[in-house]
């Protein structure tokens, strides 16, 4: 990844006809959040194991990478209907990025659960 890339959100990078299904998703998938743990260069989020909402997660990735090339993205689908985590993470500017823009989003109790 290059450390060129502007550290913000381009839409236009989202095909117009995509656009309001990716906010659907990504509005989706926060509203289901119930823990946020910090990690070194970035955050991890957990979300309930649905099928559904794991297949949110994957288009959600698919589309944001394009308009936010300068995240990282991992989901980590455990055994046993564990919970879900949706890690966002990417160079140094990146986790206070995430911190200022997503983090006030949530919940404030989901925030502070460690």
Known sequence: MSNTTPIACDLSA???EK???HKHNAETIFNAI????ETEDGYAFRLPPETDLISKAGSFIS??????PFFEFSITVPPEQDPVW???TGRTD?????KETLLPKLDARVVNIN
């Open 34 to 37: 119930n823990k946020v743990r």
């Open 19 to 21: 656009i309001e299904d």
């Open 63 to 68: 589309r944001e990478r394009l308009c936010c």
């Open 86 to 88: 949706l890690t966002l």
């Open 14 to 16: 989202i095909a117009e």
């Open 94 to 98: 990146v986790k206070p990025y995430i």
